[in-house]
Nanobody, 125 residues
Framework: QVQLVESGGGLVQTGGSLRLSCAAS????????MGWFRQSPGKEREFVAA????????YYADSVKGRFTISRDNAKNTVYLQMTNLKLEDTAIYYC??????????????????WGKGTLVTVSA
């Protein structure tokens, strides 16, 4: 049974930092490109960041470039999202996703293979 479990969410003030983690089990982690998405109330789920299987290529939404960093540790079956200089508009539920295709395709969100249940990030003024 495949599971993706996010953690690390919480309440943080604007300008603060958080690191999200997504631990995978029941899946050959290194065979999957990984992505982070987020969804705010009343909005559609949107792409945040993606990383290739071999930790070589990364992709970011324009809204988070320069502030967020995605990384992965294949030995630990975990993908991370380091978030800095957080803004009010970063408030959302953050989901990780696993994809058998190319990481470059993750931003189009044409069908991830697996999703986590999400972790809530709340940025306050």
């Amino acid at each position: 049974q495949v599971q993706l479990v996010e953690s690390g969410g919480g309440l943080v003030q604007t300008g603060g930092s958080l690191r999200l983690s997504c631990a995978a089990s029941g899946v050959a982690f290194s065979n999957y490109a990984m992505g982070w998405f987020r969804q705010s109330p009343g909005k559609e789920r949107e792409f945040v960041a993606a990383i290739s299987r071999g930790n070589i290529s990364t992709y970011y939404a324009d809204s988070v470039k320069g502030r967020f960093t995605i990384s992965r540790d294949n030995a630990k079956n975990t993908v991370y999202l380091q978030m800095t200089n957080l803004k009010l508009e970063d408030t959302a539920i953050y989901y990780c996703a696993a994809y058998t295709g190319s990481a470059a395709a993750i931003p189009r969100n044409n069908g991830m293979d697996y999703w986590g249940k999400g972790t809530l990030v709340t940025v306050s003024a």
